[in-house]
């Protein structure tokens, strides 16, 4: 009998994408299908986002009342930026969390599941070449990363000291995974990352070393993609 869980997603599309590839993984190698009823799931997780303060406010208390109503051996598990940048703070203030997951070691999903109060927070992790199992939201859009991390140093934002350096993903993995994409219905392809101009300028290990124009016109010749957005 296949395990249930419930995943509640702030913020971006980037933290939509993650969840996704959290489900797929978590479907793949744990036998978790996705419940709509925190009530009924097995595990319960929370994709956070800290750009703004409210969502932060926000996360102890969705844990409060996912925690009073919850199976007693349901796991709550707390993911995404917030989790990055308050670390085992989150644990000391909700000790009924069984684990804290940054945005940039989300293919460790499966792991930290079985370490009780485990913290992976690494924003040095290098996920840029990890090929996740297959899991999309929508059957028409697909949502690819092209980049993780981000080299700004902006002051009214915290992603950096979250998501760490920026790393390129490379070509040929966004490549097979739009082909995929398509192949399963999705027309419109929407490419993810920081700041999508910087793709191609650092990669992890050695690859094809191509710019985004050259990356759009890759996927501009998949023939079943109608329509490609950035952001």
């Given at each position: 009998?296949?395990k249930?869980?419930?995943?509640?997603?702030?913020?971006?599309?980037?933290?939509?994408?993650?969840?996704?590839?959290?489900?797929?993984?978590?479907?793949?190698?744990?036998?978790?299908e996705?419940?709509?009823?925190?009530?009924?799931?097995?595990?319960?997780?929370?994709?956070?986002?800290?750009?703004?303060?409210r969502?932060?406010?926000?996360?102890?208390?969705?844990?409060?009342?996912?925690?009073?109503?919850?199976?007693?051996?349901?796991?709550?598990?707390?993911?995404?930026?917030?989790?990055?940048?308050?670390?085992?703070?989150?644990?000391?203030?909700?000790?009924?969390?069984?684990f804290?997951?940054?945005?940039?070691?989300v293919?460790?999903?499966?792991?930290?599941?079985?370490?009780?109060?485990?913290?992976?927070?690494?924003?040095?992790?290098?996920?840029?070449?990890?090929?996740?199992?297959?899991?999309?939201?929508?059957?028409?859009?697909?949502?690819?990363?092209?980049?993780?991390?981000?080299?700004?140093?902006?002051t009214?934002?915290?992603?950096?000291?979250?998501?760490?350096?920026?790393?390129?993903?490379p070509?040929?993995?966004?490549?097979?995974?739009?082909?995929?994409?398509?192949?399963?219905?999705?027309?419109?392809?929407?490419?993810?990352?920081?700041?999508?101009?910087?793709?191609?300028?650092?990669?992890?290990?050695?690859?094809?070393?191509?710019?985004?124009?050259?990356?759009?016109?890759?996927?501009?010749?998949?023939?079943?993609?109608?329509?490609?957005?950035?952001t």
């Open positions: 009998m296949s249930k869980v419930f995943i509640e997603t702030l913020g971006c599309a980037m933290n939509e994408r993650d969840t996704e590839h959290m489900i797929a993984e978590l479907r793949d190698k744990e036998d978790y996705v419940t709509f009823d925190s009530t009924e799931a097995d595990l319960i997780l929370i994709n956070t986002c800290s750009v703004r303060e969502p932060v406010h926000k996360l102890f208390s969705e844990l409060g009342a996912f925690n009073k109503y919850k199976k007693p051996s349901t796991k709550i598990g707390v993911t995404g930026c917030t989790a990055s940048h308050l670390g085992a703070e989150i644990i000391k203030r909700a000790p009924y969390v069984d804290v997951l940054g945005a940039r070691n293919s460790k999903i499966t792991e930290v599941l079985h370490r009780p109060k485990a913290v992976e927070i690494d924003i040095d992790y290098d996920e840029s070449q990890f090929a996740f199992s297959e899991f999309r939201g929508s059957s028409h859009k697909a949502y690819v990363n092209i980049s993780i991390g981000c080299d700004k140093a902006c009214f934002c915290i992603v950096p000291k979250t998501r760490g350096d920026e790393i390129s993903i070509a040929d993995l966004i490549i097979n995974e739009c082909i995929k994409a398509s192949d399963k219905g999705a027309q419109e392809i929407f490419l993810l990352g920081q700041n999508v101009n910087n793709y191609g300028r650092r990669f992890s290990g050695d690859h094809e070393k191509i710019t985004f124009a050259e990356l759009l016109n890759k996927i501009s010749k998949i023939d079943k993609v109608k329509r490609i957005r950035f």
